[in-house]
């Protein structure tokens, strides 16, 4: 599910013992929020204007996205601008977490990327962390069941189309024609 308190509750309540999974790409969202915070705090300073202007790219996007000269331009922006390199290191960190952990030390790994952001993370990524903490069982319990990596994904992509059918739809008098197209649209 996503990281929302009120699904959490309301689930907690109809199914006491339903084991709750927090689904990966809103545990990363934060992440990625924080290194667009640090981005824009960089690009505010006074060597960032001209300097990181039109290099947004190199740092928002994962490491095996990116060409080998990119990856050069990324590595000589990210030395001067300490923070923002710092941002960069523990969102790739993260990713690589999810990638490659297991059921067994995926506490461990999760335990020390958060000391490590708590250390050397910048203001806005430490910030990020309230998530982990109030989630932590519910992140963790994604790698309970690793063969077959879950996620809403399908169902985001749905209620996405629904959303999008329904916005087509703004006018239609007949309720029951709206809710036929979305059912042959989206099912």
């Known amino acids: 599910m996503d990281m929302r308190a009120a699904f959490r509750e309301a689930v907690q309540v109809c199914l006491p013992r339903a084991r709750i999974v927090a689904d990966h790409f809103p545990v990363v969202q934060p992440v990625g929020k924080a290194l667009a915070q640090v981005w824009g705090r960089c690009a505010r300073s006074q060597e960032g204007r001209g300097t990181l202007k039109g290099h947004r790219h190199l740092f928002l996007r994962a490491v095996e996205d990116l060409e080998p000269e990119e990856e050069e331009r990324r590595t000589h922006l990210a030395e001067g601008f300490p923070d923002l390199a710092a941002a960069w290191r523990h969102k790739e960190a993260l990713r690589r977490w999810y990638a490659t952990a297991s059921g067994t030390d995926a506490a461990a790994g999760l335990d020390a990327?958060?000391?490590?952001?708590?250390?050397?993370?910048p203001a806005e990524l430490v910030q990020a962390l309230?998530?982990?903490?109030?989630?932590?069982?519910?992140?963790?319990?994604?790698?309970a069941f690793l063969p077959t990596r879950i996620s809403n994904g399908f169902v985001e992509g749905k209620n996405n189309r629904t959303k999008t059918l329904?916005?087509?739809?703004?006018?239609?008098?007949?309720h029951q024609h709206l809710r036929l197209r979305i059912l042959l649209e989206v099912a």
Do not use: K, P, T
């Open 166 to 174: 329904m916005r087509q739809a703004y006018g239609y008098r007949n």
């Open 130 to 143: 309230s998530a982990f903490h109030a989630w932590r069982e519910e992140i963790l319990a994604f790698f």
């Open 113 to 121: 990327w958060i000391a490590s952001v708590q250390q050397e993370g």
